[in-house]
């Protein structure tokens, strides 16, 4: 069976990109950096960037152009014994894609209350109480279906699977060349409306403002690399599968420097839009800045909507950036179900119709868990497991077998020859040392924390259940598949 490819280079880092750029851009990237030294982060942020996220990322674009599969199957053609390791990756997206899918089942809900800011003045208790319905309910005790939360995550499931259908040219690529100039044109009008506002400037220079003091803190590192990590979409089956669809004379080098410039860029300019906008809260409201901004969900769900109704044309706005939050979650949710639907494709022989089908009729029968009165419970305690657990371990597991179980220098040669410029022995010494060192820091640190102090004040059954339980089983079942299967047609290409 013929592989699909991608129709335009344009068309495969717009989607690359798309894939990158999601929520957490637009509400982690901008919190992460005011609380680790405002300008001063961006240091340690950059380096990241150059020493993670650029060599993983060509890495990741050159395993899966070379092997030409999803990540099990090019993990299985570098030895038949690292299939589990792809599986392992696909796990850890399909379970981000489940709970994924009902942040952008909000962000449409709230595209929807953004015509008439019908969240009301207290956007705190409108979004736990009544929007969420948050009781007495834990991970464990989810309580009732919300059918004003699973309509939405319908409609998001929809549109994902009909781009998983169509297929790579027909649909994932068309539709990131909609979703990603739409995206990048409705947050630069975004700003340049809200950059005139009074205190708007004062948000840029908390942003800004370098605090120098942090650059000798470990935990700035930490969560600079942690950041360029969780932003890229490396790790867990995207890029590699995503990758596996280029032609064959691809500019690897060139195709991986733009996609995480790209993603870094926007970063920033998310950074730009959301600090000018808690500057001109924190005016209105006669607060201190650091009193209207807020950590994660409650970003977007709380601390903008607020903002929202401070502004001129609320009733234009708001409905622009809610827009831009469902077109940033539905271009990597598309993405997150594609790694899973093309593994599947590789293991099984099946259609890609087929697969889709499967893939996101299961996928959505268990999105429905976070679609409860207790589903941001769920949420917040599996998010943390797969982000600060499995999705370091996978990635540091993938660097320590690229790195000095197979050649490095065989990646740096198979790149360097089919780019338009060449990268040095630097790529090899941050494949190698450079970002294990950091990931194993930072991994360690955060078993260290979860082990003593657990997570979230959640009772310890849920985090063995949920938590340690749900990596354990992932692991497990990885294994299982790759010891019980007959190899992925290994002596192909």
Not at 58 to 83: C, D, N, Q, T, Y
Not at 108 to 135: C, P, R
Not at 196 to 216: R, W
Not at 234 to 242: L, R, T
Request: some cysteine; aromatic content about 14%; glycine content about 10%.
């Amino acid at each position: 069976m013929k592989r699909e490819q991608w129709g335009t280079r344009a068309g495969f880092i717009l989607a690359a990109v798309g894939s990158a750029i999601g929520l957490g851009n637009i509400w982690r990237f901008p919190y992460m950096a005011y609380e680790n030294g405002g300008g001063a982060f961006f240091i340690p942020y950059l380096f990241a960037m150059l020493t993670a996220g650029i060599p993983f990322m060509i890495m990741e674009f050159s395993l899966g152009h070379k092997l030409r599969g999803a990540a099990p199957r090019a993990f299985s053609k570098l030895g038949v014994r690292l299939e589990w390791l792809g599986w392992f990756q696909v796990f850890i997206a399909s379970v981000i894609a489940v709970y994924y899918v009902a942040v952008i089942g909000w962000a449409i809900s709230y595209l929807g209350f953004a015509f008439t800011q019908s969240w009301g003045s207290d956007t705190n208790a409108f979004f736990f109480s009544e929007y969420l319905k948050l009781g007495d309910n834990s991970p464990s005790n989810l309580g009732g279906l919300q059918l004003h939360i699973a309509i939405p995550m319908v409609i998001a499931w929809g549109i994902t699977f009909a781009a998983i259908f169509t297929g790579v040219k027909g649909g994932i690529e068309r539709a990131n060349k909609i979703m990603m100039p739409l995206l990048f044109l409705m947050v630069l009008a975004l700003i340049a409306r809200v950059i005139f506002l009074d205190g708007a400037l004062d948000g840029l220079n908390y942003l800004f403002q370098p605090d120098f003091s942090k650059i000798l803190d470990a935990k700035v590192w930490s969560a600079a690399y942690g950041q360029i990590f969780f932003t890229l979409s490396v790790g867990f089956a995207i890029m590699i599968a995503y990758s596996s669809y280029l032609p064959e004379k691809s500019d690897i080098n060139n195709n991986a420097f733009m996609t995480v410039l790209i993603n870094c860029g926007f970063s920033m300019v998310a950074g730009i839009l959301i600090f000018s906008v808690l500057g001109y809260m924190a005016q209105e409201q006669a607060k201190p800045l650091t009193e209207v901004v807020s950590a994660g969900v409650g970003l977007a769900f709380v601390t903008i909507p607020a903002a929202i109704n401070l502004l001129p044309a609320p009733y234009i706005l708001g409905p622009v950036f809610f827009l831009a939050l469902v077109v940033a979650g539905l271009s990597s949710h598309i993405s997150i179900i594609e790694a899973v639907t093309s593994a599947i494709i590789d293991k099984l022989k099946w259609s890609r119709k087929k697969a889709a089908s499967v893939v996101c009729g299961v996928g959505f029968v268990v999105s429905m868990a976070f679609a409860t009165n207790g589903g941001l419970l769920l949420l917040d305690l599996v998010d943390y497991f797969i982000n600060n657990v499995a999705l370091l371990a996978s990635c540091l597991i993938e660097l320590l077998v690229i790195g000095w179980l197979l050649k490095v220098s065989d990646i740096r040669s198979y790149v360097n020859s089919i780019s338009e410029f060449t990268i040095g022995k630097w790529f090899e010494i941050c494949i190698r040392f450079v970002s294990p060192i950091m990931l194993a820091i930072i991994l360690g640190t955060n078993l260290t924390n979860t082990f003593n102090n657990g997570y979230g004040g959640y009772a310890m059954s849920d985090l063995l259940m949920l938590g340690w339980g749900l990596v354990a089983a992932m692991f497990v079942i990885a294994v299982i598949i790759n010891v019980a299967s007959k190899p992925l047609d290994k002596k192909e290409g």
